[in-house]
């Protein structure tokens, strides 16, 4: 298992945090989540100090929560202000709060040691909220390690065989990639650029494109979190201009957000951005109906991977091949970001 400390991770879309108690569970970390009167998000550990009792359970007095089981209320700061029957209230009478940031359509929560946490760390994913793109997207629960979403989505290979009908066609895994992986950064990039390939209906009914297409896929993993494809197609033969232009392409910023729930589950976010048909309802929903489709897709062969993984003896051996490389190179960095040595001092 590698979690990853002292990381931020995408918590929860900023539309899903309101006045109510959110519960979510992060790297095995319960947490509570609300926006205060000012309109802040608070994320405070999700156990009340006296006897565990969720505070997610428990209700809201303006921005304090009164714990459900016996009042101990507790203010933004995870500080307990009040106890039932005594005017002393202990000293370490508190719950931890966490630093959040909302960014991009997330909300992002740090998790790790509070004075490490700085906001130039979060990976952008700016179309979600850039008025030329219009997005869809959603969150399925995985019932698999979260490893297993990074090698699936790094090797995009499976689209031709797990996705096919959907956004799969034969030239995805019939075309070599290029890997390139930026120490430093700690970024990964794969990419695949067919020149002449299949339209899936992913792409055929929402750009309109009839007939074959240049498909290029551009992945960029930010790890441990965030995961950027940057798709391109147009019809056969269009290119951008050589100033980097392209009027003719059609773009699409699928963005998964990677956040790690337990060992064995996972937060699986997906949006869908594109630069084309931005008022056509129509495509919106099939877009969003389509990728959510591929998520299940996905989630299905991922559980399933799950139980494989925890029913096999140790020392099972995996054979890999060219196709994994970006995969492999995740998995190399994401080790050494666990081991919390910087991945570039342990070449
Ligand atoms: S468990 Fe919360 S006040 Fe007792
Ligand atoms: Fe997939």
Known sequence: MTFVRNQWYVA??????????FARTILSEPLVFFRSEAGAVVALA??????????????REGDTIVCGYHGFTYDTTGTC???????????????????????????????GDRDRADESLIPRAPWLTDPAYTTVCGMEPLAARYELLVDNLLDLSHETYLHGGYIGSPEVAGTPITTEVDEDKKIIYVSRHMADAACPPFYANSTGIQGRIVRWQDIEYHPPCLYLLHSRVAPVGV????????????HVEVVY??????????HD??????????EDQEVSDFLRESNRTV???????????EQVIQAEPEGYQEL?????????????ILAKMAAGTPAEAQV
């Not at 290119?239 to 059609?250: A, K, Q």
């Not at 060219?322 to 492999?328: A, M, P, R, V």
């Open 295 to 305: 998520v299940l897709q996905d989630v299905t062969a991922l559980d399933i991977l």
């Open 320 to 332: 890999s091949i060219n196709i994994d490389t970006g995969g492999l190179a995740a998995r190399r």
């Open 81 to 111: 202000v009040s106890v039932p029957g005594q005017t002393r209230i202990p000293r370490t009478a508190r719950v931890a709060s966490y630093p959040v940031v909302e960014r991009d359509s997330f909300v992002w929560v740090w998790i």
């Open 257 to 266: 957000a990677i956040t790690p729930e337990t060992e064995h589950s996972t």
């Open 12 to 21: 929860a879309y900023s539309h899903e945090i309101g006045q109510d108690l």
């Open 46 to 59: 999700d156990r009340c100090v006296h006897r565990r009792y969720p505070l997610s359970e428990s209700r």
């Open 239 to 250: 290119l951008p201009n050589e100033d980097g232009s392209d009027p003719d392409g059609f």
């Open 269 to 278: 976010f997906w949006a869908v951005a594109r630069d084309f048909a931005l």
